[in-house]
T-cell receptor, first 111, second 114 residues
Framework: GESVGLHLPTLSVQEGDNSIINCAYS??????FIWYKQESGKGPQFIIDIRSNMDKRQGQRVTVLLNKTVKHLSLQIAATQPGDSAVYFC??????????FGQGTRLTINP | EAQVTQNPRYLITVTGKKLTVTCSQN?????MSWYRQDPGLGLRQIYY???????DKGDVPEGYKVSRKEKRNFPLILESPSPNQTSLYFCASSPLAGANNEQFFGPGTRLTVL
């Protein structure tokens, strides 16, 4: 089956710097990708999504980039704040039935 | 407030004692799903439901049952829990009948089976 993975399991950044979290996917048929943030003790929270007919989408302080040629997805967080500390998951759809999640990247913000 | 609720939030039980974890959403969502989250394995789908009376297996359905008699509720049933079902469980819902849309997650249920 397809897999969704992350290049780095942990990422530490300085407060105020930009963060980039990467994700590789293997299913060429996936046409929907989504990023979730999970804080300790909470359920995953939607950050941003993108469909395969786009290569970039921006939200508030976040940008998702999709490179279908190399099957790569990234989440950019601008001006990282302490509240951004969390585990970030990427996910891709498998048809209309389900989302397949990566294992997650833990983002730590250094003061 | 639009939300997905789960009960109980924490549960410690013993092997073989049937239990049900409830999930309810008040957003009139079509799609609902159950996941389990284990260290190093991320979120894995157990069962999903595209609509009332329509359910199907996810990646790890063994040992679980679900039902979708009403749109808002999607209970997860463990008929005979075993220690390998100790995990953190999340229910999620999505407005459209498909997973290729934003899913809203509940707060989670931490289950320990002794």
């Amino acid at each position: 089956g397809e897999s969704v993975g992350l290049h780095l399991p942990t990422l530490s950044v300085q407060e105020g710097d930009n963060s980039i979290i990467n994700c590789a996917y293997s299913n060429s048929a996936s046409d929907y990708f989504i990023w979730y943030k999970q804080e300790s003790g909470k359920g995953p929270q939607f950050i941003i999504d993108i469909r395969s007919n786009m290569d970039k989408r921006q939200g508030q302080r976040v940008t998702v980039l999709l490179n279908k040629t190399v099957k790569h997805l990234s989440l950019q967080i601008a001006a990282t704040q302490p509240g951004d500390s969390a585990v970030y998951f990427c996910a891709e759809n498998e048809g209309a039935q389900k989302l397949v999640f990566g294992q997650g990247t833990r983002l730590t913000i250094n003061p | 407030e639009a939300q997905v609720t789960q009960n109980p939030r924490y549960l410690i039980t013993v092997t073989g004692k049937k239990l049900t974890v409830t999930c309810s959403q008040n957003m009139n969502h079509e799609y609902m799903s159950w996941y389990r989250q284990d260290p190093g394995l991320g979120l894995r789908q157990i069962y999903y439901s595209m609509n009332v009376e329509v359910t199907d297996k996810g990646d790890v359905p063994e040992g679980y049952k679900v039902s979708r008699k009403e749109k808002r509720n999607f209970p997860l049933i463990l008929e005979s829990p075993s220690p390998n079902q100790t995990s953190l469980y999340f229910c999620a819902s999505s407005p459209l009948a498909g997973a290729n849309n934003e899913q809203f997650f509940g707060p989670g249920t931490r289950l320990t089976v002794l």
